[in-house]
């Protein structure tokens, strides 16, 4: 069996005191601007959605981020597959495909993606 990805070994609050991305209030903002330069972002905000994770910032979402995202997206069974789909279609400029379900899903995730960016630059 193929050995799976530790995103975690990766996560920039690994060397870090993670202590200071479980905060409230006002302090949550140093928090999400900490996130922003991790390379396990979509990973850790996949985890965080798809466990249901109730505090701190995961992924550079505070809790009401995630709660309104989730809310807004019911139909999602995998937020891993979804955010990381939509990241690695992105990068790969995969939006030249043609068939009607690869359209469907380009949609789904763009929406994803855009509804995600809209919850960190709001906040």
Not at 103 to 120: I, M
């Amino acid at each position: 069996m193929a050995e799976r990805w530790n995103w975690r070994n990766a996560a920039r609050c690994r060397t870090d005191d993670a202590d200071e991305l479980f905060v409230t209030g006002a302090q949550q903002r140093e928090a999400r601007e900490f996130c922003r330069a991790c390379p396990v972002r979509t990973e850790c905000l996949a985890h965080a959605l798809d466990e249901g994770v109730e505090f701190g910032v995961w992924g550079g979402m505070t809790e009401r981020e995630r709660r309104a995202l989730l809310r807004s997206r019911p139909d999602v069974t995998s937020w891993h597959d979804l955010l990381t789909g939509a990241r690695t279609a992105y990068y790969a400029g995969d939006e030249h495909e043609h068939s009607a379900t690869g359209l469907a899903r380009a949609a789904e995730l763009a929406v994803a993606e855009r509804t995600a960016q809209r919850l960190h630059e709001s906040a």
